[in-house]
């Protein structure tokens, strides 16, 4: 199926650190969705943007809705061993149709203590 | 309360059982969604339930059987499976809106031997 481009793939970075990740794609969505996954686990719900150029935060979190409307950027500020784990983007839009988000490819982090 | 249970957490059959997945919210949800789930990749559209109708049906094979008894419980029944149907599976929610919030459950384990 159709997924969206998200970077880095993967990243080891020190605790204390800032980590930021990004999803882009070809097409215009309404809805970014931003989730955290640990493993054998359902991914969990951090953020969610419904308008261009919004930014919004929980946290230690922020995320982006880009001006485009065809990319989103999330950030962690001073990561802690507990963020570790694979974040997914995901879009919906008109291109993708109604109940159909569309799933980036996972950004795997690693927090070194 | 944003909860989404699924049951049972780990399943493990042989290619002639059949057995089902259970689902439910209590967040007055009306869309239900079925999701597949590989190692390390994101997660994959099966079906989605709109107002208890089947609204999606992303050419899943018939083994794999979708149903949902009321606005609050999804089931995916499943029979005469494969090796490389073993998953995680997610069920996920949201409002029913367009553009809206997706939460998932925690997954069921799939293992077919």
């Known amino acids: 199926g159709q997924q969206l481009n998200q970077s880095p793939q993967s990243m080891f970075i020190q605790e204390g650190e800032d980590v930021s990740m990004n999803c882009t794609s070809s097409?215009?969505?309404?809805?970014w969705l931003w989730y955290k996954q640990d493993p054998g686990e359902g991914p969990v719900l951090l953020i969610a943007l419904y308008k261009a150029g919004e930014l919004t935060s929980n946290g230690r979190l922020t995320a982006q809705f880009g001006i485009t409307r065809k990319d989103s950027f999330l950030n962690i500020s001073a990561s802690i061993p507990s963020d570790v784990g694979i974040y997914f983007c995901a879009g919906q839009g008109a291109t993708s149709g109604t109940y159909k988000y569309i799933f980036g490819t996972g950004t795997r982090l690693k927090v070194l203590a | 309360d944003t909860e989404v249970t699924q049951t049972p957490k780990h399943l493990v059959m042989g290619m002639t059982n059949k057995k089902s997945l259970k689902c439910e919210q209590h967040m007055g949800h009306r869309a239900m969604y079925w999701y597949k789930q590989k190692a390390k990749k994101p997660p994959e559209l099966m079906f989605v339930y709109s107002y208890e109708k089947l609204s999606i049906n992303e050419s899943v094979p018939s083994r794999f059987s979708p149903e949902c008894p009321n606005s609050s419980l999804l089931n995916l029944h499943l029979h005469a499976l494969q090796p490389e149907d073993s998953a995680l599976y997610l069920c996920a929610s949201s409002q029913g809106d367009v553009s809206g919030e997706l939460f998932f459950g925690e997954g069921s384990r799939l293992t077919v031997l």
């Open positions: 097409s215009i969505f309404n809805t």
